[in-house]
Each structure stands twice: as structure tokens, then as C-alpha cells.
């Protein structure tokens, strides 16, 4: 940028983030040299909001999300609006005829023929999965994780990880109808729940934690993080902040790096595992709007082995499980 200011290297910052969790996620292997534009995008905001939506190479097939029929009938609808509009209106138009925008409108939505609304373009990888209507179980499947249910698709958002926040979106998108389509019926909810019992509930992060590896952390940081972070007494800021000594250090206080306004609210307060686990499991849920263009990692095991690395790399080590 010819007027390089404060601003125009703040873009430049955040366009390279954009762009290599891009390539990161690509495929970090193929990589030698990451370049860097000269131009910043002109919506480099927005396209930070926009995350790439594929899921990082390495974390294993998610089993599937978990059910959100239990929770419709006493989800916030409210909750969801609010959601909504701030993560979804960006594409989406919401009221009765309203415009297509980047995203179809989605009036009427639940219930209707999927990926069927009136003059939108859809790309080719939904063509294929417009298969009869929405129903509650695909919109969590969609919605969950878009680029897994329709590799490919033109909806380039990473996803909803949070089982209630999605009943409170699909709970509120069933609102957007002349008539709602009905709630899951109990022997339906009761189906849900027994399917689901089989599998064992998710470990807490102690457990894994006392079994984590860090050498796999380290060959993941390798991969998706160190794009953007460097790990070394005394390394150098890049996209991100440098990570040495970060677990049980003051949150997003590394001197000399100007954080998003997204994360104030939680500088600070001390890294602990859990606060760790909760960050990198999905940065976009933790601090919505954050500069970290990553969308987490999702395999609970290689969050811990990903904690176990960074406690490492510090002058004295936190005691972890
Ligand atoms: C960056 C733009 C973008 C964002 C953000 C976005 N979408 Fe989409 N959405 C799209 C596009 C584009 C499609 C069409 C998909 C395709 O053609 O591959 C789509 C399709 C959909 C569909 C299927 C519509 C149909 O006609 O069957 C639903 C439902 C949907 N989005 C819901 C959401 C919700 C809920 C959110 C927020 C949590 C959201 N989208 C966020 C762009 C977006
Ligand atoms: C595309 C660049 C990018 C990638 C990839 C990325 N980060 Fe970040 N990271 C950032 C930015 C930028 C911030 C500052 C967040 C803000 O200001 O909103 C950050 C902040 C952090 C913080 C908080 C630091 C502090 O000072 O408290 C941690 C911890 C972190 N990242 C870990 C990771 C890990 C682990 C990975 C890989 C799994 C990763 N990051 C991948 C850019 C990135």
C-alpha cells in the first residue's frame, strides 16, 4: 500500500491472516512460501468474518453433531435472533420476499424444498444434497458444519459448534414462516435422546489433558498455527502474538501487539487450560469478531495435546493433570 499508515499495515495484517488460514487450511504441506498481497482487500472486515469454511485438514471427520430436538422446545428464541443477526443477515435476508443476497432469503426456510429458493444461484456441491425439505435434523447437520454436510459449498461460514445456540437459531428460523412447522413430538425427541446414549459422554479436559501429547501439539502448531504465531523467549509479534509462556500468562497482554477490540473484555484474565480449551476450540464463539481468522480445533484431544505443547514452551511450566 502506497499510503502505508498505522491502518494500512493493520489491513496488511489482517489480510495475511485471511490469507494464510486460507492456505493453512488448504493444505499447510503444499506451502513453501506464503506471499503476501500489496493490496489489502477493500472489505478486509468483513472477510474476516467470513472465515474459510473448511475444516483443518488434519482434525479427524467430526462424529456428528450432537442433537438439537431435545433442546427446540425451550430454546431462546430471542437469543437465536440476536445471533442471527449478527452472524448470518451479512448474506441472509430474513423477512417474507426479501431480496437474495450473497445467501438466499430465508423466509420460509424450515420445512421447504432444500437449497430451492426462487432466483438464487446455488453452487453445484448443494445441487446434489437438495434432497426433500429441511427438516430439524439436516438444518443441524447444515448449520453444524456447513462445508462437511456440502464439501464445496458457496456458504463460507466455519459453522456453529454450540448445540444450544444452534437450537436457538433453528429455533428462531422456524419463527419465519406463515405457519411454523410443528415441534419435534416426544417419541421423535425420545428417538433423538436413545440414539444418542450409545456413545460415551465427552471426557473432561483433565482426563485428557493427563493423557495428552504434546509432541502431536507441536506437529499441529507446525501446520495451522505458526503462520501466524511465533513460540520463543522473546519472539517477535507476527499476524498473531508471540505464544511462548502463554498458559497462565494476562490473556491477549503481550507487550507491543494491538489486539481486536473483540477480545478486551477477556484481557487479563489468566490463560488457564480450560480458558485455553475454550479459545481454541472456536476463537469466532469465544471473542466473536476476533483477528484470529482460525476456526478452531475441533477434536477434543488435540486441544489438549495443543495445551500440553504450549505449557512447554515456557520458562516454568504450570503444573497441568
Ligand atoms: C458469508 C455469507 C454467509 C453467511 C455468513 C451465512 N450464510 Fe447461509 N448461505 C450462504 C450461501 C452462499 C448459501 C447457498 C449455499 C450454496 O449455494 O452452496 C447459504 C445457504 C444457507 C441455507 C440453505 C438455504 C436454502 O435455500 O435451502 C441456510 C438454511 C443458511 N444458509 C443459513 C445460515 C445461517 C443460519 C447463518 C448464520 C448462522 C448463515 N447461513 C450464514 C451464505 C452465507
Ligand atoms: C491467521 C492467523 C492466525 C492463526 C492461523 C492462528 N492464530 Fe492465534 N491469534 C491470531 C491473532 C491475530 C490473535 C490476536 C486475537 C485478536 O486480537 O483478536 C491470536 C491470539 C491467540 C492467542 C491469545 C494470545 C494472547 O496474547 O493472549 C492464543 C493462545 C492463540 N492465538 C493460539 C493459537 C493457536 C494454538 C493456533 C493454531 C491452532 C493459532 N492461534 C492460529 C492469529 C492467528
Known amino acids: 500500500m502506497q499510503n502505508s499508515g498505522k491502518d494500512g499495515l493493520f489491513f496488511n495484517k489482517i489480510a495475511a491472516g485471511v490469507l494464510t488460514a486460507g492456505l493453512v487450511l488448504w493444505g499447510a504441506n503444499r506451502i513453501a512460501h506464503v506471499i503476501i498481497p500489496d493490496e489489502a482487500p477493500e472489505h478486509a472486515a468483513l472477510q474476516v468474518a467470513a472465515l474459510p469454511s473448511a475444516a483443518p485438514a488434519t482434525a479427524p471427520a467430526p462424529s456428528g453433531p ?91 461460514y466455519s459453522g456453529i459448534h454450540s448445540t444450544q445456540t444452534r437450537a436457538d437459531v433453528i429455533a428462531y428460523l422456524r419463527t419465519l414462516a406463515a405457519q411454523p412447522v410443528a415441534l419435534p413430538s416426544a417419541a421423535e425427541i425420545k428417538a433423538a435422546s436413545a440414539a444418542a446414549a450409545p456413545s460415551a459422554p465427552a471426557e473432561d479436559l483433565n482426563s485428557l489433558l493427563a493423557k495428552a501429547d504434546p509432541a502431536k ?3 499441529l502448531f ?50 488457564t487450560p480450560a480458558m485455553l480449551d475454550d479459545w481454541l ?3 469466532m464463539s469465544f471473542a466473536p469478531g476476533t483477528h484470529m481468522a482460525y476456526p478452531g480445533i475441533k477434536n477434543d484431544q488435540m486441544r489438549a495435546d495443543m495445551i500440553a505443547y504450549l505449557n512447554q514452551n515456557a520458562a516454568s511450566p504450570a503444573k497441568l493433570p
Open 66 to 156: 450432537e442433537s438439537v430436538l431435545p433442546l427446540l422446545a425451550s430454546a431462546d428464541v430471542a437469543k437465536g435472533q440476536a445471533f442471527v443477526a449478527q452472524q448470518c443477515a451479512a448474506c441472509h435476508t430474513l423477512t417474507a420476499g426479501g431480496a437474495n443476497g450473497v445467501g438466499p432469503n430465508l423466509y420460509g426456510v424450515l420445512g421447504g424444498p432444500m437449497f430451492a429458493h426462487a432466483g438464487f444461484t446455488y453452487s453445484a456441491a448443494v445441487k446434489s444434497k437438495a434432497k426433500g425439505d429441511w427438516d430439524y435434523d439436516k438444518m443441524n447437520q447444515w448449520l453444524y458444519a456447513p462445508n462437511d454436510f456440502a464439501p464445496g459449498t458457496g456458504m463460507s
Open 217 to 219: 501439539g507441536k506437529a
Open 281 to 283: 476450540k472456536a476463537p
Open 222 to 271: 507446525a501446520q495451522q498455527c505458526a503462520a501466524c504465531h511465533a513460540i520463543a523467549s522473546g519472539g517477535p509479534n507476527g499476524v498473531g502474538p508471540d505464544l511462548y509462556g502463554i498458559v497462565g500468562a494476562k490473556a491477549f497482554s503481550a507487550p507491543g501487539f494491538a489486539y481486536s477490540d473483540a477480545v478486551k473484555p477477556h484481557a487479563g484474565k489468566p490463560w
